[in-house]
């Protein structure tokens, strides 16, 4: 189940303070400017969560990929913890782009993301209800696939096939 707007906006406001406006306060020495910017991104985190919860497709990834760009940077591709998953912005992340940058999942952050465990993305794996990565994993969007339609298969079975 996606999470609420609510859930995905106090996330964002929690991780912007943390990462960005507190280092920033402390390097500006408690200037003022400050919380002008954290009233600017209290304005915009609802926006922002809506976007990334309620949006279109295109809407929902672009502001996805601006949030992970900007939240968690860093020389290699985006692998948050596989708890990260577990959280709202993980949630909704997980529901509307699968994983914004990789091609190919391990079976536990499969399973954070559907909130099962290893075992259990296996077992969907061999009734092909996930689609087992070529290289070995799981694809994303098969992850994000079944997260929107639950009882859908994956691959070439038809839509009537038990779960």
Do not use: C, K
């Amino acid at each position: 189940m996606p999470p609420s707007r609510d859930e995905v906006r106090e996330q964002l406001l929690r991780v912007i303070d943390i990462r960005l406006l507190d280092p920033l306060e402390i390097l500006l020495d408690g200037d003022q400017t400050v919380d002008a910017l954290r009233s600017i991104v209290r304005a915009r985190a609802a926006t922002w969560a809506t976007l990334i919860v309620d949006g279109d497709d295109s809407a929902a990834v672009g502001t996805v990929m601006r949030m992970v760009a900007t939240l968690y940077p860093g020389d290699g591709p985006f692998d948050p913890p596989v708890d990260w998953w577990r959280s709202p912005l993980g949630r909704a992340v997980a529901h509307r782009v699968g994983h914004p940058t990789a091609t190919s999942i391990s079976y536990a952050t499969a399973g954070a993301m559907l909130g099962i465990t290893r075992q259990g993305v296996h077992d969907l794996v061999r009734r092909g209800r996930l689609t087992r990565h070529p290289d070995g994993g799981v694809v994303p969007s098969s992850v994000r696939d079944r997260l929107r339609h639950p009882t859908a298969p994956a691959g070439n079975q038809q839509e009537g096939d038990p779960v």
